[in-house]
């Protein structure tokens, strides 16, 4: 493999090929061709950092600008996805959910239960999630949780352009409502990624680093915080092993637990508010399941309880850093 | 034979007279049993509408989705959902609809182009606009249609599809279905505007108000809209304003209505009686004739409620199946 | 005493994309002398683990690299030289090598594939060395070019060694056509047409020996010599459970077991290895091409394919290569084709023979083919 793309051409390449492939793959969003019915380009924007660039110009009108009305798109997205489409709805930042939260979590999660098995409703929905953007409280959250408490939708949350772009063409390949959570302070970072289309199947978490003292289990952009806590206690002694959960419903727990059965110890990071988050569901699964293998006290670094600050005096210190997971891992090693 | 006044011949007046009175008797049934307690949760009647279901639905074929509301058992017969199917999901049973796991407010059937009575006011309508998105993109002709009452008619997801339907000039047909309350509240008071028509201009949408006890009119006025929106004309507004015999679910004691008003309705504006007087004095139709029609649905019905009531549970296995096709 | 009489132990480059390994520990001591195929230190690569090996032999005077660090590809790990040969000397050996390694990192790498299209599929291949007649290595079923990572470098000291990804694997297209033995022969003649090689010394492992005896049987006119390693067709034993497992694992904790049975020592599979077979199993069509070439592999638990008479009839030297603790396809097939060919039999080593007992391979080809 010899081609490094960024995240985001990755998951320009995933919708890509898969309208390419699928014509039921639509594409669907606020500015995701720009400039709809406007007197400049057509195709101005792509999205408003730029993820669909170019795909207007491939795809035509199966690339549809909306309205702001998420309610109503999003409900659209859904519905078509039940009468056969493979709709992709960008809702831009995932902090824009409580407008338009009945379609996901009534409508879309609930048909296929509700209806007797029924209906299947393959809908995407992709937004930005994270902080470190300086985009205060209502751009910048991490609200992977809430959509991770609702049975009937599965919630993807890529660490790099490879997993995003795997990831995403699974989604849409998928038949169940994806939630699919880019976070934006990752959208420059690249890897090798193959020019071919692949599909990474949901709960394969990815041990994107083997040790045999701790085990930390994070997703998102705080798997490379993870990563780069681990390198530096490497340098101390201390061998981390990095459980990158990759998609969160489903959750691949039996790696996690084969992890700490070997460590003995454990470290959750989570970028979401601390109560009822995935850190606090996988503590308390290994709690459940793992209790005799531990040696330590479980950790978990998270934000604090409040709203994700605008200084970046404050937004930095809201962030977990290295240095936090650095001293759980050391807390876990106490006892 | 008398000449045929109507716009439908014989067997299409009969085929509307049948859903009609299915669905009165249907709801007239739920409303014995779930007051003898039988019926588990709570159901909502759709006894006095039928007009608007039937009026519409008679335009539409199983490629055609429609998005119900709370009240939509006449929707589901109007639209070819089994009958007896609906009532083993009204009772909860592994032979319903849904495999007893929807129940009164989610009876769904998307061969038969229903995609689901709705819990939620008002979500239904950008549902329809996504039917009506996906039948654009297959080319296929078909239409979706959203159902709402007076009140869902002030839902934000409901407003936000009308403008999206016109800017995306998708095949759907908004019906409003006024009744004249929303639960309990009047649509008097909760409808700033006097008229739908001026609501749905206000989207750049076409609106027409019919009486909705005339079936006849109902017919009339969405043969027209929908044909219009099969063609590539666009969405449009249709509202029907009609009658609810029953309180807003089973159980409502109705103290927010005049007095007599509902005996009022039975006895004036039945779109039943109405349906039948017309089609009868003009002599198309023998008394006869219907008569037997309502003999066979008292049957259907009458075996719809024993085989639900004789139909086995779910059972714990199917507590856990169909949340995800796969996880 | 000249420089020349110091011999510099090397990060040795193992497949095309290692760029730098990491040592683990060192296996001899300082004042050791040492025979050529002498185990000097471990190494970590991303990739895979492995031994670095004495290619020369001498008495070991300095360990330069220290354990737990890392270092890049061609960088001095120790030095070799006789007792005459001063301290002095040696200290200044070490500076100059670590300068001329920064100078060959600020220059241009070079590319490390190559691209040819060859009957409508695209295939990657890496060119190695000069001189005729080139030597062209096979991968097996699951396989690439990477399989032969501890080989290219060493096999194209004094000749041209091509290594493609056969259609279906690596970076090649992944449609097989009917993924039979014909198309995928035919395919390598497509390969060696397009880069203009008349005759060619095949090597193939697994399924590719398969494919290299083929292209003896249906254009011998173009093949100078056959190495086969652990040979698919010389016998109707192959353990049909690690294809059926190798082709539905999805995961890795699905994956990792099939993979160790490809190698006697278990340790050789790190994580990375199976992260990149798993990568190459997600890419579409990856799931068809290997259902359909283990279909024309495998019937009813056996070997479909028999080619013992077609590698007798081939009068081109052969030599056939083994590890006798192979668990997928017996080491007893090694002696299928009696006196025409040499076998090597590597004690020990499993189905990866090549990449486990990657020197003596490297020397028994050489040997016999070169």
């Given at each position: 493999m010899a081609r490094k793309i960024s995240m985001k051409d990755a998951i320009n390449e995933a919708l890509d090929q898969e309208m390419t492939r699928d014509p039921s793959v639509i594409v669907m969003g606020e500015?995701?061709?720009?400039?709809?019915?406007?007197?400049?380009?057509?195709?101005?924007?792509?999205?408003v950092l730029g993820v669909t660039k170019g795909l207007y110009a491939k795809h035509g009108d199966r690339l549809m600008d909306t309205p702001l009305s998420e309610s109503a798109y999003i409900g659209a997205a859904v519905g078509a996805a039940a009468c056969g489409m493979r709709p992709v709805a960008e809702?831009?930042?995932?902090?824009?959910?409580?407008?338009?939260l009945d379609e996901i979590f009534n409508q879309a999660a609930k048909f296929k239960y509700m209806f007797g098995g029924k209906a299947q409703t393959p809908v995407v929905i992709r937004a930005m999630v994270g902080a470190g953007?300086?985009?205060?409280?209502?751009?910048?959250?991490?609200?992977?949780p809430v959509f991770t408490h609702i049975p009937g939708l599965k919630v993807v949350c890529p660490s790099n352009a490879y997993d995003a772009k795997g990831l995403l063409i699974q989604s849409i390949r998928d038949n169940d409502p994806v939630i699919f959570c880019e976070h934006k302070n990752l959208y420059a970072h690249e890897t090798e990624v193959p020019d071919e289309p692949y599909a990474i199947p949901f709960a394969e978490a990815n041990v994107v680093r083997e040790g045999g003292d701790v085990t930390i289990v994070a997703y998102g952009l705080m798997v490379h915080r993870a990563t780069e806590a681990a390198d530096r206690l490497a340098r101390e002694g201390v061998e981390c092993e990095v459980v990158?959960?990759?998609?969160?419903?489903?959750?691949?727990m039996d790696a996690v637990l084969e992890s700490v059965e070997g460590t003995g110890r454990l470290v959750c990071v989570d970028?979401?508010?601390?109560?009822?988050s995935i850190a606090a569901d996988v503590s308390a699964q290994v709690a459940q399941h793992a209790f005799k293998a531990l040696k330590g006290p479980v950790q978990m670094v998270t934000p604090p309880h409040t709203p994700v600050p605008f200084s970046p005096a404050l937004e930095d210190l809201y962030i977990p850093s290295a240095e936090r997971v650095m001293e759980a891992v050391r807390a876990t090693m106490v006892a | 034979m008398a000449e045929n006044p109507?716009?439908?011949?014989r067997d299409q007046l009969l085929a509307a007279y049948r859903t009609m009175r299915t669905i009165r008797e249907f709801e007239e049934r739920l409303h014995v049993d779930f007051s003898r307690g039988d019926i588990p949760g709570f159901v909502h009647l759709y006894a006095g509408e039928e007009a608007s279901a039937a009026g519409i639905m008679?335009?539409?074929?199983?490629k055609d989705r429609i998005a119900s509301t709370h009240r939509g058992h006449g929707h589901c017969i109007a639209k070819g959902v089994d009958v007896k199917a609906m009532m083993g999901e009204i009772y909860g049973k592994v032979t319903g609809s849904c495999r007893g796991k929807g129940g009164s407010m989610h009876i769904a059937d998307l061969d038969k182009g229903m995609m689901g009575a709705n819990?939620?006011?008002?979500?239904g309508a950008p549902l329809a606009c996504g039917a009506g998105l996906a039948a654009k993109f297959r080319g296929d002709g078909g239409v979706g249609v959203s159902f709402v009452g007076d009140g869902a008619s002030n839902q934000g997801m409901f407003l936000e599809s009308l403008n999206l339907a016109a800017v995306w000039n998708l095949p759907v047909v908004f019906v409003v279905e006024n009744n004249g309350y929303a639960e309990s509240t009047s649509v008097e008071w909760a409808v700033?505007?006097?008229?739908y028509v001026d609501r749905a201009a206000g989207f750049g949408l076409p609106g027409v108000t019919v009486d909705g006890t005339d079936f006849f009119a109902v017919h009339e006025a969405a043969g027209e809209i929908v044909a219009r929106a099969r063609e590539g004309g666009g969405p449009a507004l249709l509202e029907c304003k009609m009658c609810r015999?029953?309180?807003?679910?089973?159980?409502?004691?109705?103290?927010?209505r005049g007095a007599g008003e509902v005996e009022d309705l039975r006895a004036n504006r039945d779109c039943i009686k109405i349906f039948a007087q017309r089609v009868t004095e003009t002599g198309v139709i023998r008394p006869a004739e219907l008569t037997a029609i309502d003999r066979e649905v008292l049957d259907l019905i009458e075996q719809a409620v024993a085989e639900a009531k004789a139909a086995p549970l779910p059972t714990a296995a199917d507590l856990l199946t169909d949340v995800y096709v796969s996880y | 005493m000249s420089q020349s009489s110091i011999v510099a132990i090397v990060m040795p480059k193992?497949?095309?994309?290692?760029?730098e390994g990491r040592v683990n520990e060192w296996l001899v001591e300082e004042g050791a002398r040492i025979a050529v195929g002498d185990a000097l230190l471990e190494v970590e690569t991303e990739k895979i683990a492995g031994t670095v090996e004495a290619t020369d032999a001498g008495l070991?005077?300095?360990?330069?690299a220290e354990p737990g660090e890392v270092y890049p590809v061609k960088a001095l790990l120790g030095v070799m030289a006789e007792p005459e040969v001063g301290d002095a000397e040696i200290d200044a050996f070490v500076a100059a090598q670590a300068a001329a390694l920064e100078a060959a990192a600020e220059s241009e790498p070079e590319p490390r594939y190559h691209f040819v299209e060859v009957g409508g599929r695209r295939l990657r291949y890496a060119d190695r060395g000069e001189g005729a007649p080139p030597m062209v290595l096979i991968h097996g079923?699951?396989?690439?070019?990477?399989?032969w990572l501890f080989n290219i470098d060493a096999l194209a000291a004094g000749r041209r060694v091509l290594a493609l990804d056969l259609?279906?694997?690596?970076?090649?297209?992944k449609e097989v056509g009917d993924g039979s033995l014909a198309t995928l022969a035919a395919t390598v003649v497509g390969f060696l047409d397009a880069l203009g090689v008349e005759r060619a010394v095949l090597v193939g492992h697994s399924m590719g020996a398969a494919v290299a005896m083929q292209v003896a049987a249906d254009a011998?006119?173009?093949?100078s010599g056959l190495g086969l390693i652990a040979?698919?067709?010389?016998?109707?034993?192959?353990?049909a459970e690690y294809i059926a497992g190798f082709v539905a694992a999805a995961s890795r904790r699905e994956l990792k077991p099939w993979v160790e049975?490809?190698?006697?020592?278990?340790?050789?599979?790190t994580r990375q290895l199976v992260e990149d077979l798993l990568r190459y199993k997600r890419i579409d069509g990856v799931a068809e091409a290997l259902g359909g070439l283990s279909r024309a592999l495998i019937d009813a638990g056996q070997q479909?394919?028999?080619l013992v008479a077609t590698a007798r009839a081939s009068r081109v030297p052969v030599v056939v290569i083994w590890g006798?603790?192979?668990?997928?396809?017996?080491?007893?097939?090694?002696?299928?084709?009696g006196d025409a060919a040499r076998v090597v039999v590597i004690d020990?080593?499993?189905?990866?023979v090549q990449m486990e007992a990657a020197s003596k391979v490297n020397a028994a080809l050489l040997e016999h083919l070169g």
């Open positions: 500015d995701i061709v720009g400039g709809t019915g406007s007197p400049g380009e057509a195709d101005a924007w792509g999205g809702l831009m930042f995932i902090d824009f959910m409580g407008v338009c953007f300086r985009a205060a409280a209502q751009h910048s959250q991490m609200l992977t990158d959960l990759r998609t969160l419903s489903p959750i691949d970028e979401a508010s601390p109560r009822c | 109507f716009p439908l011949g008679m335009h539409l074929t199983d819990g939620i006011l008002g979500a700033a505007v006097d008229s015999f029953y309180g807003h679910f089973e159980g409502d004691a109705q103290t927010y | 193992w497949g095309l994309s290692m760029e070991l005077r300095r360990r330069v079923f699951g396989g690439d070019l990477d399989n259609p279906g694997h690596g970076q090649s297209s011998p006119e173009r093949v040979a698919v067709g010389l016998g109707p034993e192959i353990d049975r490809l190698f006697a020592d278990r340790a050789l599979v479909r394919i028999g006798s603790a192979d668990a997928i396809i017996p080491a007893a097939h090694a002696h299928a084709l020990g080593a499993g189905h990866m």
